[in-house]
């Protein structure tokens, strides 16, 4: 789902403008943010705890050419569920795996060629009718 899906849904659910409910979904995340960069922490009940972390510095490997990389300490933001939350996503009936978008272009899909034993012998005819030359 994205914002623009939440701001949908919540305009259609209170009936009001799209407009209006983008501006309020736009606030309540940069209150988020704000927050969490004053403050390190915000606790929201029955939803979860979004919290500041620091990581330390480690040594990675760049996956592309195998070189060791020095990574240096940065802060990353967790996110702990709430209770009734979590209940509720551990008993839903059906897992649906989410759509990730890839970071690769990727190629045109090719038609399926059909396997050997479909395809039909049919025998070549000659075109009929006057065809210009």
Do not use: W
Not at 36 to 59: D, S, T
Not at 108 to 122: G, I, N, Q, W
């Amino acid at each position: 789902m994205t914002k623009k899906e939440i701001v949908k849904y919540i305009a259609d659910e209170l009936k009001i403008p799209q407009i209006k409910t983008k501006e309020i979904v736009r606030l309540t995340f940069q209150a988020i943010i704000d927050t969490l960069v004053a403050e390190g922490r915000i606790e929201l009940r029955n939803f979860g705890v979004f919290e500041v972390k620091r990581r330390k510095p480690r040594r990675a490997r760049n996956p592309r050419t195998n070189q060791p990389v020095d990574v240096g300490a940065k802060n990353v933001v967790t996110f702990q569920p709430g209770k009734i939350m979590e209940e509720l996503v551990r008993d839903a009936e059906k897992v649906i795996e989410p759509k990730r978008k890839s970071r690769k272009p990727t190629a045109k899909p090719t038609k399926p060629t059909p396997p050997p034993e479909a395809k039909l012998d049919l025998p070549l005819q000659p075109p009929s009718g006057n065809i210009p030359a």
